[in-house]
């Protein structure tokens, strides 16, 4: 059996000498003194967090993530967050990222253009691409109809187009709108005119005649460029639907179409018109001729225009029989 450590010292150093075996003996009280410490370090409670009911055997738990609920935290405390909140919002970048980022530039301001446009009235067809296009540039009106309104129509197009707004701005150079009568003029038609129709015109080396769709919609496009004095853009247009009138039976909403719109009694649409079914009339070739009597009847106009036709043909009808005769 191994002796002691202190022991096989002191036997070791049994024949030396006085200071000898002195030192020997600090040696060994201070190898025993080191001793009884590490043993009494072994037996303390555990290190660590653990359950309060658990081992105490000297083992060390790991740790376990302290999570901190709103019940755990102080009264003090909750109120001064619920009352005040975070100290600082979270915005996805931190405050000296902010403080180190420069100011933008301040933008200048942008000046509206002259509202005084000097633009004679010209021939559109005339213009070259150039031209058209600098026709579209500087300040923009509107144009107001009940409760519609038409915008960002160049001012200087619409000088040189039409005399009636061409006069207008004359007289009111600083003016920027321009006011038509609910239900004397269709929107669609105002806005084909003064902003469609050069839009579309000015990317064309030469200036295309205005689109005819031969559908409904035409008819009171026909009517604004009357009024508005823009009829020679529409020429091609107007002949296409007096050729029609002339040669073939309009459908109902044609003939109310033309009626609404008519731009006087010598309009040459209703005329056209008026003169063409008063003949299929008489030569029997309306199809449906008690609806077509029942329509005309229900509208006043159209039935004063067709009886003073008729009254026409039938005196032209007896000045020739009797030149005849």
């Not at 509107?142 to 001012?155: A, F, V």
């Not at 004359?170 to 609910?182: K, Q, R």
């Not at 909403?253 to 309009?267: Q, T």
């Not at 009847?297 to 043909?313: H, I, N, Q």
Request: hydrophobic letters at 35%; charged letters at 25%.
């Amino acid at each position: 059996m191994f002796k002691p450590l202190v022991e096989a010292k002191v036997a070791f150093g049994q024949g030396a000498s006085k200071n000898a075996k002195r030192r020997m003996r600090r040696a060994a009280l201070k190898s025993a003194a080191l001793n009884t410490s590490a043993s009494n370090s072994l037996t303390t409670s555990p290190v660590g967090i653990g359950p309060a009911d658990g081992p105490n055997d000297g083992s060390v738990l790991d740790q376990p993530e302290l999570k901190l609920s709103l019940s755990d935290t102080p009264i003090d405390q909750k109120s001064e967050e619920l009352v005040h909140g975070p100290e600082e919002e979270q915005t996805g970048w931190s405050m000296t990222e902010a403080k180190e980022q420069k100011a933008p530039m301040p933008t200048p301001p942008t000046t509206a253009p002259n509202p005084v446009v000097n633009q004679p009235i010209d021939d559109i067809f005339q213009m070259c691409q150039t031209q058209r296009r600098e026709l579209l540039q500087g300040p923009q009106i509107t144009i107001h109809m009940g409760t519609t309104t038409i915008s960002k129509i160049s001012k200087r197009f619409a000088m040189a187009a039409s005399p009636i707004l061409n006069a207008h701005f004359t007289s009111h150079p600083t003016s920027l709108t321009f006011t038509i009568a609910n239900n004397y003029l269709a929107p669609h038609a105002v806005k084909a005119l003064l902003k469609t129709w050069p839009e579309h015109g000015v990317n064309r080396f030469q200036t295309p005649d205005f689109m005819v769709t031969n559908t409904v919609d035409d008819i009171p496009i026909l009517r604004a460029a009357y009024l508005l004095g823009m009829q020679r853009y529409t020429r091609t247009m107007r002949l296409r639907w007096v050729k029609y009138l002339k040669r073939s039976l309009p459908t109902y909403e044609e003939i109310d179409a033309v009626m609404a719109c008519s731009s006087g009694e010598m309009d040459p649409l209703r005329w056209n018109m008026v003169n063409r079914l008063v003949h299929l009339r008489y030569t029997g070739r309306i199809p449906d001729g008690e609806v077509f009597e029942r329509f005309v009847g229900e509208r006043p106009v159209l039935r004063a225009d067709m009886e003073r036709a008729d009254l026409f043909f039938k005196n032209k009808a007896l000045k020739e029989g009797g030149e005849g005769a």
